[in-house]
């Protein structure tokens, strides 16, 4: 190659196909934008794969792939987004996240200078995590083809306890705690698509939950199972744990925090907040005896200060979620049929 098809990477040049040729500009785009963006002892040897350190006989592996439109959206974009997901999934199961990697697949076009603010916001999110980027791979699509990027995340968690949590360990009588406000992510992102008009935008909620969960794990509480309600909203984590744990979960309306922006937006576009996604929530399933405690201790994190129980296990054993709502009536909150916000994630 000549040095004259050599291109920089200076803020106003642009993604090409050669990007993803795996010749020349491949690797001065890892050498100049992904190798400095993640700089970290693991991923500097740029072997074929990392060799880790740390790694215990019992740990938790996990991926995901993010396609959100648009890319920066009020509160975070794909790259931030793509840390938190990964590390809340390995957190929420009980694992302390300890590596990443980040699979980006790039449209020809996409601006060097986006193409930063997405290494540094992958950056940002995995120091507030405590997690290393420590290999990864790149390809370049045709124009058209892309959407500006999509990112694959997947993470190795470690766990420094013996407990376990899942579905099957819930009780009747045991209480279900929600760390904040719900909808804000689901909200942010329709909001910040030109072609629904908005002006005043919802911030997303998007946040890295594994400090707050190792709080939740270490405060002692008989903790049954946790998880992050993303895509499908509160309503539908709820229902694939009820249906997995054959308990009849009952949530209290007026209990569930929403905010009026949010809530004016859902009412706008005729959504539903518990079916919105959420990418800072989690769903923590305790004993009733432990719940006020672990409320206590959750508002001590930035990312639990607005906690508070939200439902009560049944006495039922048929996989149902009912809500009592704030007009004195009962429904079931079933699934979503079909998707109500495509690209959100």
């Known amino acids: 190659m000549t040095e004259e098809l050599i291109l920089n990477s200076s803020e106003e040049s642009f993604i090409t196909l050669a990007h993803g040729g795996g010749g020349t500009l491949t690797q001065q785009l890892i050498d100049d934008i992904f190798v400095p963006g ?3 002892s693991y991923l500097e040897p740029l072997n074929d794969s990392a060799l880790l350190r740390g790694v215990s006989e019992r740990a938790a592996f996990t991926t995901d792939s993010f396609t959100v439109d648009p890319i920066f959206f009020p509160g975070g974009d794909i790259g931030y987004l793509a840390v938190c997901g990964t590390v809340n999934d390995l957190a929420v199961s009980g694992a302390v996240p300890k590596f990443l990697s ?3 697949i790039i449209e020809e076009g996409l601006s060097f200078s986006d193409l930063k603010k997405i290494v540094s916001s992958v950056k940002k999110a995995a120091d507030e995590a405590g997690v290393k980027i420590v290999t990864g791979d790149t390809k370049v699509v045709e124009k058209g083809k892309g959407d500006g990027i999509f990112i694959n995340t997947s993470g190795i968690g470690i766990f420094n306890h013996n407990k376990t949590f899942i579905p099957a360990n819930i009780q ?4 279900i705690i929600v760390n904040r406000d719900i909808g804000c992510h689901g909200m942010a992102v329709i909001t910040a698509r030109k072609n629904y008009g908005f002006t005043n935008r919802v911030k997303s909620d998007v946040a890295p939950l594994n400090h707050l969960i190792e709080k939740i794990i270490e405060s002692g509480a008989a903790i ?16 694939e744990i009820a249906e997995a744990a054959h308990k009849t979960l009952i949530v209290e309306e007026k209990e569930i925090p929403v905010t009026e922006q949010v809530r004016g937006a859902c009412e706008i576009l005729g959504f539903d907040p518990v079916y919105v996604a959420n990418e800072g929530v989690a769903v923590i399933f305790t004993a009733p005896e432990d719940a006020d405690e672990l409320i206590s201790v959750m508002k001590r994190d930035k990312n639990g200060e607005n906690s508070r129980i939200i439902g009560t296990v049944g006495d039922e054993s048929d996989g149902m979620v009912v809500m009592n709502t704030t ?3 009962s429904r079931v909150l079933d699934l979503l049929t079909g998707e109500m916000l495509p690209r959100i994630c």
Do not use: Y
């Open 38 to 40: 993640f700089k970290n």
């Open 102 to 104: 980040i699979g980006m």
């Open 172 to 175: 009747r009588g045991d209480k």
């Open 224 to 239: 049954r199972v946790m998880r992050d309600a993303t895509r499908g909203g509160l309503a539908t984590v709820l229902n």
């Open 327 to 329: 007009i004195g009536s």
